[in-house]
């Protein structure tokens, strides 16, 4: 049916019709109320949408197709930028981690100095080298005094001992 052309009859809708009217008084002359409508096939349908949108297409002024061409180049911009941000994060990243990495390592080595200066302050080695070398005697409970601080916890060497 490409070449053919279809059509139907479609009453007048929404109105109650009458099939006869009056022209003076004569006698009623019938009227039809039908009109012909013309059926568009499917192809015919596809080929006047094209049609509109190719229409619609060459009407693409200068102002439109620069401002497309300005939306373009901002994207593209905004892509660059996003981009460079990204990797900065991510060198940031990057040095983070190697950076807490080499504080673990120094934390490790920090402990390991730790014990061994821990482990050569021998207090039996200083207590013979005093007593036996330099001739030092421990003090008796007599000779130790004991007091209360109120003032504050932290002591300085330099401070009087109160009296009681």
């Known amino acids: 049916m ?3 052309r279809q059509y139907r009859s479609r009453e007048n809708s ?3 019709m009458r099939n006869h009217y009056m022209d003076g008084n004569t006698v009623r002359k019938e009227r039809q109320d ?3 409508v013309r059926v568009r096939t499917e192809q015919e349908r596809k080929s006047y949408h094209v049609r509109r949108n190719w229409e619609k297409a060459r009407t693409m002024t200068l102002p439109y197709v620069l401002g497309l061409v300005a939306a373009g180049i901002v994207v593209l911009l905004v892509s660059v930028q ?3 941000a990204r990797n900065d994060i991510n060198a940031s990243v990057r040095t983070i981690s190697n950076l807490e990495s080499d504080l673990e390592d120094l934390k490790e ?3 390991g100095l730790q014990k061994s200066i821990d482990s050569s302050t021998d207090l039996n080695y200083i207590y013979r080298i005093a007593t036996e070398e330099m001739r030092m005697v421990p ?3 007599s000779q130790i005094i004991r007091y209360d601080r109120t003032e504050s ?3 300085r060497q330099n401070e009087d001992i109160p009296t009681e």
Do not use: I
Request: aromatic residues 20%; proline residues 0%; hydrophobic residues 25%.
């Open 2 to 4: 490409a070449g053919s």
């Open 14 to 16: 929404g109105q109650q």
């Open 34 to 36: 039908y009109e012909y």
């Open 82 to 84: 996003y981009l460079e």
């Open 109 to 111: 080595a920090n402990s």
């Open 139 to 141: 003090a008796d409970e």
């Open 153 to 155: 916890e932290y002591v």
